[in-house]
């Protein structure tokens, strides 16, 4: 993977992290905090649970990527298979920039009809309740299959990358990049969930995907016609 790809793909989740992950899962974390961690903790203690919670986080989205990549291999068969591929990556992400803007409703409507389903409400139930070490890494895992349409952007990005190992690094940085946000507002940093603040890092980080997507579908168009990449 080049390194303007993961200049690129490490500015995208952050901006991100800062303004839709807040959105997005900033209810789950505030949730587990208050439910799960004791505010008698010492500061170290409540820390290494949110590491925790960040690790099974970060762990599921690295399985995602390797699933998108083993996925996306299928399309290696024929280059025009391949440029397809990139031509359909790129349109999901310029539907995740529209979504993150509030242009389209498409991804809102899949990430609410799925985590209405029974057995989402009912692991999340189990989990929020315990106070135990292992259920923060559980909790972690079931927030990072959590349907978001940021994390659509990064799953499309695994696919086009053809590969399960590159798909998971894709998904692995974009978990990292999204730590220290998610981190710092479980220790109660309320600024960051103002929504001005956040609305204006939607922006960047949306303006950010859309010429991304541009860029892949017109590397899926160069296997269909003649371009200069």
Known sequence: MQIIDLTTLITIAFLGSLGHCIGMCGGFVVAYSAAKIDPILSKSEQIVRH?????GRVSAYAMLGVIFGA????????????????????????????????ASKLLLSVEH????LPLFKRLFSLLIKSRSIPSFF????????FPCGFVYFFAAKAAATASPL?????MTIF????????????????FL?????????????????????????????????????
């Open 113 to 116: 009809s799925l985590t209405s």
């Open 193 to 229: 969930r103002g929504l001005a603040f956040r609305q204006a890092m939607n922006r960047l980080a949306a303006g950010a995907i859309f010429l991304y997507g541009l860029y892949t579908i017109y590397g899926g168009l160069a296997y269909f016609f003649d371009l200069p990449l």
């Open 166 to 170: 590159e798909g998971a690094l894709v």
């Open 51 to 55: 590491l925790i919670y960040n690790a």
């Open 138 to 145: 559980g909790l972690g895992i079931l927030n990072g299959f």
């Open 71 to 102: 996925v996306g291999s299928i399309f290696l068969v024929t280059p025009e298979f391949h440029g397809a591929l990139l031509l359909t990556a790129g349109i999901l992400m310029i539907l995740t920039a529209l979504a993150l803007v509030g």
């Open 175 to 190: 978990g990292l990049a999204t730590v220290p946000t998610l981190a710092i507002l479980g220790l109660s940093v309320s």
